[in-house]
């Protein structure tokens, strides 16, 4: 297609006749096209594949464009302090080991000088 040329937009109704023609008068994709107009036949198989996936009013709904990641669920209240709380716990019990270590180590040197 060249540029600056906008897609055409098909509406629902049209895609579902469209595809109700393919399915119940056996027609080809290449002779839908040409009887529709339709440039592409992968847009009739798309429309067929939601067709029978989601019945016809998936022909609705608009499809055009990347889909959203979109951002990410919120957290309920409890969930949230849940977390906190077990972050602070985990934080405390780092700090404990750290310093346990260290009177570990200090202990271990000053057993050395003690043998020397």
Not at 47 to 66: D, F, K, N, V
Not at 85 to 103: G, H, P, S, T
Request: proline share 3%; glycine share 8%; net charge positive.
């Amino acid at each position: 297609m060249p540029r600056g040329v906008p897609n055409k937009r098909y509406t629902g109704d049209f895609k579902q006749k469209v595809v109700e023609d393919v399915r119940n008068n056996h027609l080809g994709y290449n002779e839908a096209m040409r009887k529709y107009g339709i440039t592409g036949r992968s847009k009739i198989q798309a429309w067929e594949r939601i067709y029978l996936e989601e019945g016809p009013e998936g022909l609705y709904i608009e499809r055009r464009g990347r889909g959203s990641k979109g951002r990410p669920a919120k957290v309920d209240k409890q969930t949230a302090e849940d977390l906190i709380a077990e972050n602070q716990r985990l934080r405390a019990e780092v700090d404990y080991l750290k310093n346990l270590q260290a009177l570990v180590l200090e202990s271990e040197r000053h057993q050395r000088k003690k043998h020397r």
